[in-house]
């Protein structure tokens, strides 16, 4: 995967969780037309985002990092953020880690402690660089 695929996936991966915190969000026992249709868009534009990734050529890393995402409640921080630091995550190839770390950043927005702890993660790769193709 090149370097610019590889930002288009991340930028569309963000963008599907916010339009799946947006959908939960709006959603409720009764709900308006007018929120119900504006559910229907984001639900559309949601999958289109995901099959577009899941069936195309670069299925395998949308999968890992769309993994990485739902499993991260389950991760050991700590271990982890070790294993990172020293440039191999439990064989994780550098896109893998990458995903894991933008994984660790989405649900940081949430929690202060964890967006302590995934910059510090990220201050401590800072020298291992994504690789352009040439």
Same mark, same amino acid.
Do not use: C
């Given at each position: ?10 930028e ?12 939960a ?37 949308w999968?890992h990092?769309?993994? =990485? ?12 953020? =070790? ?7 439990r064989?994780?190839t ?18 202060p ?7 510090q ?10 690789e352009?193709?040439?």
């Amino acid at each position: 995967m090149d370097h610019n695929d590889e930002e288009m996936m991340r930028e569309d991966f963000a963008r599907v969780v916010r339009l799946e915190e947006q959908i939960a969000d709006r959603s409720g026992p009764e709900v308006s037309e007018d929120v119900e249709f504006s559910l229907d868009v984001l639900g559309g534009e949601h999958a289109r985002i995901r099959k577009s990734w899941a069936s195309g050529p670069h299925a395998e890393h949308w999968g890992h990092l769309e993994g =990485a995402y739902a499993a991260w409640d389950w991760l050991d921080l700590t271990e982890l953020n =070790a294993d990172l630091r020293h440039g191999q995550a439990r064989g994780l190839t550098e896109i893998q880690q990458r995903n894991v770390l933008q994984a660790g950043e989405l649900h940081a927005r949430r929690d202060p402690q964890l967006r302590k702890q995934i910059a510090q993660a990220i201050r401590d790769r800072a020298p291992r660089r994504i690789e352009r193709s040439r």
